[in-house]
């Protein structure tokens, strides 16, 4: 592990001044010099700290892998025949070549950046006169969230069943930059490093300035510097550090604090006018839809390649042996047959050409207007999912059902009788709300489902434990322990 780390270390400043700046900070001393200079002035800080969402932009992450690809393949979200590139992952092949590569690409990655904010922290701290306590604090805050979302999204991939097996070895937690190696700690232990991480980067956003202003702000706040109060729902700022705790929470099944924390966001968004419901106009647009929801994301992250990807996954010219699309039946069961659903009319529809007879995805398909502020944003944390942690936290079943229907509601569907199963139709919700965003496998295994629909097929199911839910440890991570 220690060659490994080092290898990372090599790596991280290159990855952050290439997408940052135009020096690099190297972690050997003879380059010591370089980090005080970028250390010294703001500009040099800011360059850093945007360069950490940078990298969780890469493919290997959130740009690619942890949303619309790897991860949606596990949850059988697209029709993935025998004859497909990506065969081999819809069957939960981890030990072969394909599988294996992709999943270590993931973790390599995931490790990178989380050295990187490691090395970020680090010198910050080293580097006090650059930057006033306010806006270190931000700066700092949102680096400790996404350490603790890489960690718990590592944990979620390749951790044990944690409803089941929390005592079990799941993955090593870094919270401070070295490079040796550090023990691989039982699930339960990365829960609480989660959990603590999360509660100091809510200490350090306390003033965020989202709570005030909302995702959006172009005032000059700050010392009329705007990187720090502009586009606040392009950071992992306080209310989606709050959604991803409400997250962890359940996963662990703390569901008493799961919905506490997402109660707190739902009332937040009612009794402010900074995260509204997209209405269907706005949604459905002909021109211009805003098939992602924008107005309801606490935090989606930029990714100025989207539209390389959404081509390069699924678009209508692409080979049946490539193309990332579901069975026209499969998609139709999603949306129970209804077509009025905002998630369904205006992302999947059959293509004018290519000559495909199913539909196909176009949620990350540009837009006419280039000024639209939710082109090129991934959603990572939403409103709609603090109602289904609510719904499924609820006590009493009918109140549960309610928030469904909120979430209905604003989607366009009726709502639910009063003999639907509370459970039955959370699921069906994740199957609908999240696609392309790399929600739904970790929803399954987090409710531990024996099976699953096969994605693959007209009809029938997965069988679903360990070895599926569970992908194995990289033999970088193994060879080196």
């Known amino acids: ?248 929470l359940l996963y662990s099944g703390d569901k008493v604090g799961a919905s506490a924390v997402a109660n707190e966001l739902i009332t937040f968004a009612k009794t402010t006018p900074f995260f509204p419901w997209t209405p269907f106009l706005e949604a459905t647009n002909a021109s211009n839809p805003d098939r992602t929801f924008s107005s309801e994301n606490f935090f989606s992250l930029s990714d100025y390649t989207l539209y390389t990807k959404q081509k390069d996954l699924f678009d209508s010219s692409l080979e049946d042996s490539r193309i990332y699309a579901p069975l026209l039946n499969r998609l139709t069961a999603v949306f129970e047959s209804n077509d009025n659903d905002y998630r369904s009319l205006p992302s999947w529809k059959i293509p004018i050409v290519g000559g495909k007879t199913m539909k196909t995805f176009f949620k990350y398909e540009d837009v006419a207007n280039k000024t639209k502020l939710f082109r090129l944003q991934i959603p990572m944390f939403k409103l709609s999912e603090m109602y289904l942690i609510a719904a499924e936290t609820a006590t009493v079943p009918a109140d549960g059902i309610a928030f469904l229907n909120t979430l209905r509601f604003n989607r366009g569907l009726v709502n639910l009788g009063t003999n639907a199963v509370l459970t039955t139709e959370v699921t069906k919700e994740y199957r609908k709300e999240f696609i392309g965003e790399g929600q739904l496998f970790f929803y399954y295994k987090r409710i531990n489902s024996a099976t699953i629909p096969n994605g693959s097929a007209a009809s029938g199911n997965i069988s679903m434990g360990p070895l599926q839910y569970v992908v194995p440890l990289p033999d970088s991570e193994i060879n080196f322990q």
């Open 1 to 248: 592990m220690k060659k490994y780390l080092y290898k990372i270390a090599f790596t991280i400043l290159v990855s952050l001044t290439a997408i940052g700046c135009s020096d690099f900070l190297d972690v050997v001393p003879q380059d010591k010099i370089l980090e005080d200079q970028t250390y010294s002035s703001e500009a040099g800080v800011q360059n850093v700290h945007n360069g950490l969402y940078l990298q969780l932009a890469s493919e290997d992450l959130y740009g690619r892998q942890l949303t619309m690809d790897a991860v949606e393949i596990l949850g059988q979200q697209y029709n993935i025949s025998s004859s497909h590139s990506q065969n081999r992952m819809a069957t939960y092949a981890y030990a072969e070549k394909t599988p294996k590569a992709t999943m270590s690409g993931i973790w390599e990655k995931a490790y990178t950046t989380i050295l990187s904010t490691n090395k970020f922290l680090e010198s910050i701290d080293e580097h006090t006169g650059a930057i006033p306590a306010e806006k270190a604090n931000l700066l700092k805050g949102e680096a400790i969230a996404i350490r603790a979302m890489l960690h718990f999204d590592m944990l979620r991939l390749f951790g044990p069943i944690y409803k089941v097996a929390s005592s079990d070895p799941a993955i090593p937690y870094y919270d401070v930059f070295v490079t040796t190696n550090n023990p691989i700690l039982p699930a339960k232990d990365v829960i609480a490093k989660i959990l603590a991480d999360l509660d100091t980067a809510l200490g350090l956003l306390a003033n965020d300035p989202i709570l005030i202003v909302g995702r959006y702000d172009t005032a000059k706040t700050f010392d009329g510097n705007p990187y720090y109060a502009s586009n606040r729902g392009q950071r992992m700022n306080y209310l989606a550090v709050k959604c991803l705790k409400a997250r962890v």
